[in-house]
């Protein structure tokens, strides 16, 4: 089994800033793929971000990017240049071989203008 | 197309109601997926489908029945649900493995179901 633990229930950050949210997690798998999706108040599911646990280049997507470190299995998300879209619950996960998805329990990120 | 979609996208029912749940997809998956979500916690795992058979079933209550018709199609059939059932209900979808590649889960806006 894999666990995903997200410490910060809630962040908060100023427009065009930037925040970092964190994530750790625990498994025994050897391939796995980490992600981070985003869910805003209209509550649909966005892929953020992911990166495959065997690749040590850390992935980015435009003002997203994460700080994958394997041994400490930590995996967290930047954000740059923090938008008012940006606002919303984002939720860490592992996937593993079973095509199973573990979920960390969530960062609720406020923007503030 | 890379959608996964959601029908209804609110249902409010009775105790005694019988109601199902649509979810389709057209990206070629053969992984499929139900999620209930209660608000401000994480999605939780109901079902999973690979190649239209029920491979996961996390221990859900028998009013809640899943069926997959095809291999773009998932229905949840719901009898007899209880008022701590309310919740949002998100479908998603994925290549199997990790052989497609990537394995993330695309999900649908999800059905806000609300029992009275």
């Known amino acids: 089994a894999q666990t995903v633990t997200q410490s910060q229930p809630e962040m908060s950050v100023q427009e065009a800033e930037t925040v970092t949210l964190s994530c750790t997690y625990d498994?025994?798998?050897?391939?796995?793929?980490l992600f981070w999706y985003k869910q805003p108040p209209s509550r649909q599911m966005i892929l953020v971000i992911r990166?495959?646990?065997?690749?040590?280049q850390n992935a980015t997507e435009n003002r997203f990017s994460v700080n994958f470190q394997k041994a400490a299995k930590s995996f967290s998300l930047k954000i740059s240049d923090s938008q008012l879209g940006d606002a919303a619950m984002y939720f860490c996960?592992?996937?593993?071989?079973?095509?199973?998805?573990?979920f960390g329990t969530g960062t609720s990120l406020t923007v503030i203008p | 197309d890379t959608e996964v979609t959601q029908t209804p996208k609110h249902l409010v029912m009775g105790m005694t109601n019988k109601k199902s749940l649509k979810c389709e997809q057209h990206m070629g998956h053969r992984a499929m997926y139900w999620y209930k979500q209660k608000a401000k916690k994480p999605p939780e795992l109901m079902f999973v489908?690979?190649?239209?058979?029920?491979?996961i079933n996390e221990s859900v209550p028998s009013r809640f029945s899943p069926e997959c018709p095809n291999s773009s199609l998932l229905n949840l059939h719901l009898h007899a649900l209880q008022p701590e059932d309310s919740a949002l209900y998100l479908c998603?979808?994925?290549?199997?493995?990790?052989?497609?590649?990537?394995?993330?889960?695309?999900f649908g806006p999800g059905t806000r179901l609300t029992v009275l």
């Open positions: 996960a592992s996937g593993n071989t079973g095509n199973q998805f573990y």
């Open positions: 489908y690979s190649y239209e058979k029920l491979s």
């Open positions: 998603a979808s994925s290549h199997l493995g990790l052989a497609g590649g990537y394995n993330e889960q695309f």
């Open positions: 990166q495959e646990a065997y690749k040590q």
């Open positions: 498994t025994s798998e050897s391939d796995y793929y």
